[in-house]
């Protein structure tokens, strides 16, 4: 069974975090300094925002699926599009390990097709984006940078080279 990922920046998580609470209900599943996320069954959604530096308002769409099979299925729909794909196989990042395909619909909106593999202490591990850098969570994002003082913790997004984000 598939469930919709929607992922939205915010300017402030706390605020954000009551608001959504209230909205849906119930209180997030995840809560870190910088990101929370509820996952929800009525409607089956994976909601998650986070602080991160990122413009604030949508940042990306998603589907999550549950099974290696159901993301194989995902990718030969995405190249029926004959879009641009970007491949992440073991991705760390919204402190998960996931495999994934990005592709950006006709309006610009990146889209993530995934299915999550584990769970990891840290927002992610891009090392290469640690520096004077940090970069946001969508192959989009990797095209501009946004200094680390305006982040509250290290960047997760892929960068050129390695990476991924949620």
């Known amino acids: ?27 997030p599943t995840v809560v870190k300094a910088d990101y ?9 959604v994976n909601f998650a925002i986070s602080q991160r530096g990122a413009t604030p308002g949508l940042n990306h769409l998603g589907v999550q699926v549950e099974s290696t099979e159901e993301l194989k299925d995902m990718h030969q729909r995405l190249e029926l599009l004959e879009r641009e794909i970007v491949a992440e196989e073991g991705a760390a990042c919204c ?10 619909d006709p309006q610009g909106i990146a889209w993530e097709t995934f299915h999550t593999l584990d769970t990891i202490p840290v927002f992610g591990t891009d090392t290469a984006t640690m520096g ?4 946001g969570c969508t192959p989009k994002d990797r095209e501009t940078t946004v200094p680390v003082a305006e982040v509250s913790a290290p960047c997760c ?3 050129a080279k390695e990476g991924a984000c949620c």
């Open 132 to 135: 004077e850098e940090a970069c």
């Open 95 to 104: 402190y998960a390990k996931s495999d994934k395909y990005w592709a950006e």
């Open 1 to 27: 069974m598939k469930r919709l990922h929607v992922h939205v920046s915010v300017v402030d998580l706390d605020d954000s975090i009551r608001f959504y609470s209230t909205m849906f209900a119930t209180q």
């Open 157 to 159: 997004g892929p960068s």
């Open 36 to 44: 929370a996320k509820w996952m929800l069954d009525d409607p089956r």
